[in-house]
């Protein structure tokens, strides 16, 4: 199976910067490497046009709790199938962090998309005082059960979960292989717990120097990324990097 690579443009590209840079994904996209964009929401729609008739997949950053209802603002999972979506991420750290996403509401969401036939990338991970305070497998598992719990009777054919410590986002510090393996193997033996198969993604920092680490390791089937993969450059250099170890 080849590497997962899922960019995560969050809110730093307009809807004109995301086609364009979907574009030039098209240009770069590579048998070797499964591709994944998710442009923020606006840009949704011109980045499905953008990517047509490629192998390119189409993510969203995230999903409403419930497939439709009085909720000002949300955008329903069944509204990004329709958009052409396959993926959506549930619960990045960044939601948890400025807007106050709780394990249960992001479980709620899990499971709408889930319903909705996305694939859900569920996005997990400690905060640097939990890192300090020896509470990475803690944490961990209280968002893993509080995510497959809510999901274990749809039982989902396969979900996708994102090993992102707080403290390695954005900082330029990614976190050792061998940990995120170690998580990415008690990841996957929760999930198995449940009754799911789980294939586990590391993010954090990742780019073109250090994706070949973490894509050596079995446990790690492949990469949420943020920063390396909002430039063209950056793209292209994961892209090569990522070809290089397959
Ligand atoms: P960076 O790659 O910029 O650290 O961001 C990671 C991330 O949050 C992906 O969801």
Redesign the pocket.
């Known amino acids: 199976m080849s590497p997962l690579f899922i960019a995560?443009w969050k809110m730093q590209l307009s809807d004109v910067a995301s086609v364009a840079l979907a574009q030039e994904a098209r240009a770069l996209a590579h048998d070797a490497v499964t591709l994944v964009l998710c442009p923020s929401f606006n840009a949704l729609a011109d980045v499905a046009v953008a990517i047509a008739g490629s192998d390119i997949a189409l993510g969203a950053q995230d999903c409403a709790w419930e497939e439709r209802g009085a909720l000002t603002g949300e955008v329903s999972p069944e509204d990004l199938k329709q958009l052409g979506c396959t993926y959506v991420l549930v619960g990045?750290s960044?939601r948890r962090r400025e807007l106050g996403e709780t394990d249960a509401l992001v479980g709620k969401k899990l499971r709408a998309a889930c319903a909705a036939g996305l694939m859900p990338v569920l996005?997990v991970g400690e905060d640097a005082a939990e890192r300090a305070a020896g509470k990475r497998g803690a944490v961990i598992a209280r968002q893993c059960s509080a995510g497959f719990d809510a999901v274990a009777d749809l039982r989902p054919s396969e979900i996708l979960v994102?090993y992102?410590p707080v403290w390695?986002?954005?900082t330029g510090v990614s976190a050792a292989p061998e940990d995120a393996a170690a998580a990415a193997v008690s990841i996957a033996a929760l999930a198995a717990s449940h009754d799911i198969h789980a294939r586990v993604l590391y993010?954090?920092?990742?780019d073109a120097d250090s994706v070949g680490a973490f894509m050596a390791r079995k446990e790690i089937a492949g990469v949420?990324?943020?920063?390396?993969s909002q430039t063209a450059t950056g793209l292209r250099d994961m892209i090569v990097a990522l070809q290089a170890v397959t």
């Open positions: 995560n990045h960044e996005c994102a992102e390695a986002i954005g993010g954090g920092s990742v949420l990324v943020g920063t390396a």
